[in-house]
């Protein structure tokens, strides 16, 4: 049992800590490793902290909410826990949880990253090619799971009294898992302020509290602070991006004043129904939650949570609800009562019947050019290897890169070695093809499969009819012909 | 106010670079073989975050006697492989400046006939001599890259380490403050090397995250053993 766990939120020595390795660094501070206790990491400030502040946000959970939404909390937030003192008795950092490792994705590469919101934000193709990750598609039922499991923790830190609000809902901050079904973890809740019921900030108005660009509420001027109903934005916001597989960009144009139409697209068969169709209250939702021009009227998180319960139901996923219900505890809470809007929104969300994206190109690195320059004039060409790794084996036909002169060619060099690594190059080149042909065999869904298994077998025919024809040459004179 | 329209094809600005890389004979050994451990690490930083490849698109040009796009402009995470160099040849900075130019002309048609809109290029210029070519003819280059009549002419930052010559870099950079670099004096260029890519790492990360905020800047890197040219104002 550690001494943060036993003393169940108050405050730890930092000379009893065992610190660990750096994870990360930031403008406020560090944060570390603790071999001792791995399901915790501990934040490092700059400067000390006010120990009132840290006294009520390292105790909000156990003072402000039921047990269900404790539970709630306490699975899908980091939520601090325990103040650290250094040796002067001053709030040196905090004890935060560590996300767990299912909070991370394993890249082609073999190495693991921290499942950040940016993965859903693109056409899945994109990332399946460029890491060799399977998303679900846009619109998939895991994708309504995931900003479910967001406007629960969310609709716990709105019903706590008092309230909290985070600020700071960006791709960084909000990991996602569908391991477990699908499920989401808050990181960087020291950013979180608590607030009256009028919305009033309860804690020190000199704090700056951070938001991250692209992830931002631009209601708030620059310089502010996010307010109560910046989450509400934020909440509205990754539903678009994380269910539309779409970055969406339009804060700077809000800010700017234009009125936005988004068209989201959505597979037919979704579009047909009634909770997702044109029309469908979860676009009013949508409309209203991203508003500038009334940011009052933005819907709660528990509107949110009933909405895509009734289309999670709609859409047959039921189960995906009950999964995220067994990761975060607690069923269903109360619906919520969704008020009229006062004015027109300045958004206006269309769904569209969803069309094929483009599919991603890759680039491959410009060989050495093969040319009689080259091959006479070694010292005037920087000759230039593939480096292993990557996609696999390395493309076989040598691109032209565009070149442009110098200084004039130094005198010719021996022929020979230059022969002997045109053939090399040509037989590496034989090979890669080769090899490219069989993974295209073998996996239907490989780039150019026709193109490359064409030139493979015109290649291997050519070869074949020319050995022939010299067999032919050779043998004749010994058959009498 | 005219509603504006966004779809799911909306994508940011993206904010190309151009590393510019001197592969001259002088950079043999220890040197070049820096440079090949060093640009995988580049590539699996950079390509490897979602949120940076998604703005930041790169691109390497190599350059002795002759220069050489090794890497066409890309999206990192979206290449098979980065090249290996390797070193030979004299040092012609016109053949780099005249082939960036080329290059930056093309990529840019290229890219806008795909609907992606650029902020202004970044070339990020490495060398460990001085040009070796007639000086009237890289300046006449350098002039045309750096041309105010040409729109599309780039930022450039560069770095210099073992003989390169601090007054030519900074005539490299167009004279402008904290974009030129020399390593300090004696410093190894395989220690110069990972540091400098490392800085430049984050010099990238740290401008892909201005571009989110909607005004892209060049962040110059942090560079322990480097120190920054100083470079006179005009009158």
Known sequence: MTAARRLQGAPVRLEDLRVGGLLAEGGEGKVYQLPLQPHLVYKSYRRPLDPAIVEELVSWPRRALDTQRRATVAAAAAWPESAVLNTEGLVAGLLVPRAPKRYALRHRDGATRLATLSYLTTDPAHRAVAY????????????????????????????????????????????????????????????????????????????????????????????????????????????????????????????????????????????????????APLWALCERGLSLSAPGERPPASAWVAALEAVLDAIGSAQVMRNVWAAQGGGRPSPAVIRPLSEESDVAIRPVPAEARPQPKVTRPVTAPFRARALLNPQTMATVRLASGGFGPPAPAPAWGVQTGGAPAPPAAPLMPEVRAAARRTARAWLGLHRRALRALLFAQSQSRGRTLALCAAIDVSLAIATMFMLAMLTSPFIGY | MSTTNVSVEERYSVFPFYICLDISASMAGSPIDAVNHQLPILRSKLGEDPAVAEVIRLGIVTFSDVAVTVLPLCDLSLVEALPEVSAQGRTSYAAAFDHLRQTIEDDYARSRARGDRWYRPAVIFISDGRPTDDTDRWKAALERLHDPAWKRRPNVLAFGFGDADPAVLATVTASKPQRAFIATEGAEPSRIIPELISGLIQSIVSSSA?????????????????TAISVDHLD
């Open chain 1, 132 to 279: 060799g990750l399977q998303l679900p598609s846009p619109a998939g039922p895991e994708r309504f799971g995931l900003v479910y499991a967001l406007a629960r923790l969310l609709e716990a830190f709105d019903a706590g009294d008092p309230r909290v609000g985070h600020g700071d809902l960006s791709t960084k901050n909000v990991l996602w898992s569908l391991q477990r079904g699908p499920e989401v973890f808050v990181i960087d809740c020291d950013n979180a302020e608590r607030f009256d019921r009028s919305g009033r900030p309860l804690g020190d108005p000199g704090r700056r509290r951070a938001m991250t660009p692209n992830w931002d509420d631009p209601a708030v001027t620059r310089g502010s602070n996010p307010t109560v109903e910046s989450d509400r934005y934020s909440l509205a916001l990754i539903f678009l991006r994380v269910v539309g597989a779409a970055n969406f960009p339009m804060q700077a144009r809000q800010r700017s004043g234009e009125p936005i139409s988004v068209d989201f697209p959505l597979p037919p068969e979704l579009l047909s129904d009634a909770l997702l169709g044109p029309g």
């Open chain 2, 210 to 226: 201005s571009v989110y905020s909607g005004s892209a800047e060049l962040v110059p890197p942090e560079l322990p053993n480097m």
